[in-house]
């Protein structure tokens, strides 16, 4: 029941894929996380950038405000309005460069028409008069001065003893000084957020550099333990210790397969050994004995027959997990099968099958294990094989001669080839010994009340255990 092996034409090597190269079709850990260090840095500076200049703006505008309203108190301080409606500043408002000609610094004092009084600095221009809303209440907007500067202008309606209507008092400064105040800040900020990044992203790159240093021996071990082998050994993070110790499941997982296939290659060699020397020495011989050479060749097919068995079962134990089988449908196939190849001896082949009973493993695996059990009962029954399957696993028995309590140990010790070591138990118990210690599964060998073998394969006892 041992699948053939598959073609490969003489000569022709094997398709070994190459792997791929360091960093092919990948951005580095350590440019990934150097650029998203990047974008947050920029990110965070800009918007925090934008959000002290708006401030400082805010700040400034409100402090050349409040200087402008302090002026307009003072202009209000002074206002004198004689009997006859006349208007009069007493004396000077504070500010030198009101006396200084289109300086920048202007007030004036309106009746809402005509302009009653004014700085010297304003010299015969006029500042517009916006009527207030509110009298008493300060306004604050801008203004275009006597050169066409932009002007911020402070202005509010007082009304005066011996006024007849209330006075427009207004105080306008050119902005231009604020305006070089807030340039110079924000420079002097985007220096600053530029060179706190600059140093940030060099910090982090350090910082990451650092970190993965790690990674960078773990690579620099892994290329010596290719020339050499063993095992990655030595203190690391605790972040990299799952790695470090899947890698050395890896490791241990293809050192044990390699000794496996060196040990089965040796097996193979020593047994192929004999039946060859005793086919050349036949076939030298004047007379070679057919018989003798056919005997020779069906052990040198029975050696090939197990040693394919013990390469699937080492496949499957490399492979990941197929779920589960069910038993029933497979076990009627291949009792057909075995019907119609034992068809001449009358043999009895009774199915007691669970329709909801599975084994672990893929259908193929299940097929394999009890296709070989149920040809090595056909083989050495006499009459009649039973085989039953239920949530415990599968049992097949026979009517043969049975194995020994010898044999019995043999056969339950992995590594023994049972075609060998008892003659007469059958090839296939070899096969299924290696699959179920792949596939996880008891094996267990027994006396049938049949008066044969009973053998039982079926899930191990911790995994019938409940949770």
């Not at 009653?116 to 008493?136: E, I, N, Y």
């Not at 209440?137 to 002007?151: D, F, I, K, T, Y």
């Not at 899947?246 to 097996?267: E, F, K, S, Y």
């Not at 339950?412 to 299924?432: K, Q």
Request: include cysteine; aromatic fraction near 4%.
């Amino acid at each position: 029941m041992t699948p053939p092996p598959l073609p490969i034409a003489e000569g022709s090597p094997l398709p070994i894929p190459s792997p791929p190269k360091a960093g092919e079709g990948a951005i580095s850990l350590r440019v990934r996380l150097i650029l998203a260090a990047v974008l947050w840095l920029a990110l965070a500076l800009g918007v925090g950038g934008v959000v002290l200049g708006h401030a400082f703006r805010d700040a400034a505008d409100h402090g050349f405000n409040e200087r402008l309203g302090a002026h307009l108190r003072a202009l209000s301080a002074v206002v004198e309005v004689a009997e006859g409606g006349a208007v009069t500043v007493g004396r000077p408002v504070g500010e030198p460069r009101f006396e200084q000609a289109y300086s920048g610094w202007y007030w004036q004092v309106s009746d809402g028409t005509k302009v009653l009084a004014r700085s010297r600095s304003l010299w015969d221009f006029a500042l517009p008069v916006v009527t207030a809303s509110q009298p008493g209440a300060v306004h604050v907007r801008r203004e275009s001065g006597p050169r066409g500067e932009v002007l911020a202008l402070v202005e509010r309606d007082l009304v005066f003893p011996g006024a007849s209507t209330p006075l427009h008092l207004a105080v306008a400064a050119e902005r231009r000084e604020v305006e070089a105040e807030i340039a110079r800040f924000d420079l002097l900020l985007a220096l600053s957020a530029g060179g706190l990044g600059l140093g940030l992203v060099a910090a982090v790159a350090l910082q990451i550099g650092f970190g993965l240093r790690p990674l960078g021996r773990l690579a620099a071990e892994l290329k010596t333990l290719r020339a050499t082998g063993g095992r990655l050994d030595g203190p690391v993070p605790a972040e990299v210790a799952p790695l470090v110790a899947a890698v050395n499941q890896v490791l241990d997982h293809d050192a044990a397969l390699i000794a496996r296939a060196r040990t089965h290659m040796g097996n193979l060699a020593h047994g192929l050994k004999t039946p060859l020397a005793v086919l050349e020495a036949e076939l030298a011989a004047p007379n070679p004995d057919r018989a003798v050479m056919a005997a020779q060749a069906e052990r040198l097919a029975r050696l090939v027959d197990v040693h394919l068995g013990r390469a699937r079962a080492e496949a499957v134990a490399s492979a990941p997990a197929m779920g589960e089988a069910l038993v029933a449908p497979l076990a009627a196939d291949i009792a057909a099968a075995l019907g119609k190849i034992h068809a001449g001896r009358g043999l009895g082949l009774d199915l007691d099958c669970d329709p909801a009973a599975r084994l672990p493993g893929s259908a193929d695996d299940v097929a394999e294990i009890l296709g070989n059990l149920m040809d090595n009962a056909c083989k050495w029954s006499k009459v009649r094989v039973r085989v039953i399957a239920d949530a415990h696993g599968v049992t097949v028995e026979d009517d043969g001669p049975g194995l020994s309590p010898e044999q019995v140990v043999a056969a339950t010790r992995r590594g023994i080839r049972l075609d060998e070591a008892a003659p007469g138990s059958g090839l296939g118990l070899a096969i299924v010994a290696d699959l179920a210690d792949a596939l996880g599964l008891d094996l267990e060998f027994g006396r049938s009340d049949l008066g044969g073998l009973k053998v039982r394969v079926g899930p191990s006892a911790a995994r019938l255990r409940p949770d």
